[in-house]
């Protein structure tokens, strides 16, 4: 196995994931997103300081605002954004980051990497991973 491979196999193995960026527009991809993990039958927090509920779930405004840690977290933000998602994920304790294709910040990637998270970015799109469908 590669290690993009291995790192995404890694991110998928976490009980729960965390969406930053969740939509309740569900023709973004921070829907698409939480909407597939829902889909491949596994549990998915929304995050966005903007939306109090995202396909009847409860949306939280940041990962450090979450009741309980979480280890995996989907990145569907602008790259600016990402640099705070990051930060805040490296205070919640995150262990592995997937940036969606456009949520990509160098600075952002290297301050998850030095912090020693798993991070991935610059290839695989979630959706086209675990398989997403339109319904």
């Not at 160098?106 to 030095?114: C, D």
Request: net charge negative.
């Amino acid at each position: 196995m590669d290690v993009e491979g291995s790192k995404i196999n890694q991110f998928l193995a976490a009980p729960k994931f965390a969406v930053a960026g969740a939509s309740s527009n569900r023709h973004k991809y921070g829907n698409k997103v939480l909407r597939c993990y829902l889909q491949n039958n596994r549990q998915a927090v929304p995050i966005n300081p903007n939306e109090g509920e995202v396909e009847g779930l409860i949306t939280y405004p940041s990962l450090l605002d979450l009741p309980e840690p979480i280890e995996a977290v989907s990145i569907i933000t602008p790259p600016a954004v990402t640099e705070k998602v990051v930060d805040d994920a490296i205070k919640a304790g995150a262990k592995h980051l997937w940036m969606q294709p456009g949520a990509e910040s160098k600075a952002a990637i290297k301050r998850a990497e030095e912090a020693g998270l798993n991070v991935i970015h610059g290839g695989a799109c979630v959706l086209v991973v675990l398989g997403y469908h339109e319904f």
